[in-house]
Each structure stands twice: as C-alpha cells, then as structure tokens.
C-alpha cells in the first residue's frame, strides 16, 4: 500500500502554533514519500467542538498550504461504524458493561496510580459481574463500556523512539471504549478510522506515545493491521508547559490576521522540527529537507526571542 498519513485535530479552539507544527510534519512526511495525506475531524466532544473553530482550521490550513487528498472523514458523524466495531467486541467477549464513576475508581483501596493523564488504574470492580448484577445496576445507572486489557507487555517500534514496551493492565487496566452517553472514546474512534481510511503512518505528539499500546490490543482485538508509528517530542514554552496550551500562545490565525507571511511561520516550525534555522522557508524546500531522522527526540523549547525573530515581531 503506498504511503497515507493524516492529521487528525479536535476543533475545540484556534490552531496554534504547536498544532501546526504537528500538521505540517504529517504533511511533509507524506509528500516526501510520494503519498497521501488525509484530514480527519475528530469531534466526539461536541460541547467543545464549535463550527467556527473548524471553519477557522480549514482555513489555516489553507493558508499555510497544507492541502489534504479526500473528504475530510468527520467523527460525530460515524457513530453506526463505531457501534459496528463495539458489537464485534461484545461478540468475542473483549467488552463488558461498567457503571463505576470516577469519583468511585478513585475512592477504591485497590486503585493505584496509573498513567498521569488517565488518573487511577481500572481495579476491575464490574469486570466479574453476573449478568444478573448487571441488569440491577442498569436499572439506576447507564453503563460505559470497557475493554479488557490483555496481560503482559505490549510492544512496537516507534519511528523515533524505537522500542517502546507498556503493561496496559498493570499501568492502566480495563479502558474506556464506550462512555456512559454513547459516545465512542477517542481510543476505539482513532483505531477505527484510522483503519477505514488505510492509514499506513500515524505522525502525532508524543503525548500520545502511552495511548499506543492500548490501540495496538484493539486493532488486535478487531483483526485490524495498525498503522507505523511516529511520536514527535511535543513544543513547550519556556515555562515548560505545552505550546499550544498556554495562554497567549499564538494562534495561526491570529499571525495570518496581522499579516504575518506563510514563509516567516514556516521558517520557525521548521526550526522547531530540525528542519532550519528559523529563516523564512517555502513548502516546497521543506519537502526537498525533510527526512525523519532530522526530526527531534526530545522536546523542544520555543524561546519567546527566536519566535519574535522568526515572525518579525517587536520585542
């Protein structure tokens, strides 16, 4: 299969410049192999996610050249595929209903210390549940449903980090696919589309890097083939916080409102990314520059003074 690759955000506000930075290497990798790269909307937090934010990312993206090869594939408008792949899950028995509130998995003497970002290990609490206790509880509570985590470590290779290993029932245990409202969660939706779309490499923050092995045991799981992985070391600000998370960062749209140029807002990704030096810089030599192993391995500060550099903004 030849090379797809995506860039896949969540319209929950203006893109800043941390995010761009992610699309444009997705962009450039893909381009530089000679393949394809697809734009996916990944809306299934609809109290977040605001029209005028996606109108404001097709926008960017426009503005800064990042083109895409087909129709945007949108999230909130595929719940029957995902309802599709939960009803293969309870088939085989990978699923099991769970009406246990955060506050309750917190409260658990059993629940330690899991991933920073997921909060305290699942103890499993309604993974052993009758049938019977099921229906008691169903009938005063909707479920979410969970996906029993398969023991030992699970292993890939990650393009930039390269072998990366994770016990998911130790450091996570049993995870959310289905929340209590129906929705999918990010981890079955992302495996999902990602198969349907035939993406081939996923270039995404390594923030994400921790998610992987969970992905990796559902596409098992749905007998689908994942995709290669490549984790980029996120943009942080001096105050060591995520770029695109601070306030006052800037936003894409806000550089292109002040008439900032496409080259200047290049150059400086570029010199984020190991692909310059912070001078104005076209797609087109990006492209002719760009090779996975130039890209960085840890992350990577944004010194406010290179940045007004870049831009050409007053100090």
Known sequence: MSFRGRFAPSPTGRIHLGNARSALLGWLQARAAGGQFLLRIEDLDRARCK?????????DLEWLGLDWDETPLVQSQRDDVYREALEKLERTGRVYPCFCTRAEIARAASAPHGLS??????PGTCAALPPE????????????LRFRAAPGEWCFEDGLHGRCCQDVTTLVGDFVVRR??????????????DAASRITDVLRGDDLLTSTPRQLQIHEALGLTPP????????????????????GAFAVAELRERGISVERVLG???AWSGLGD???????????RFRP????????VAREALLKEALGLEG
Do not use: C, I, M
């Open 278 to 288: 912070g001078t104005p810089v076209t797609l087109r030599e990006l492209v002719r």
């Open 117 to 122: 970002e997921e909060g305290p290990r699942y």
């Open 228 to 247: 290669r992985f490549w984790h980029v070391p996120l943009v942080l600000g001096e105050d060591g916080k995520r770029l695109a998370k601070r306030e």
């Open 180 to 193: 209590n409202d129906g929705v999918a969660s990010y981890q079955l939706a992302v495996v999902v589309d």
């Open 293 to 300: 192993e130039l890209l960085p391995r840890s992350p990577v």
């Open 51 to 59: 029209p005028q934010f996606l109108d404001d990312l097709y926008r």
């Open 133 to 144: 206790a099921w229906a008691e509880r169903a009938r005063t509570r909707v479920p979410a």
């Open 268 to 270: 400086l990704l570029a």
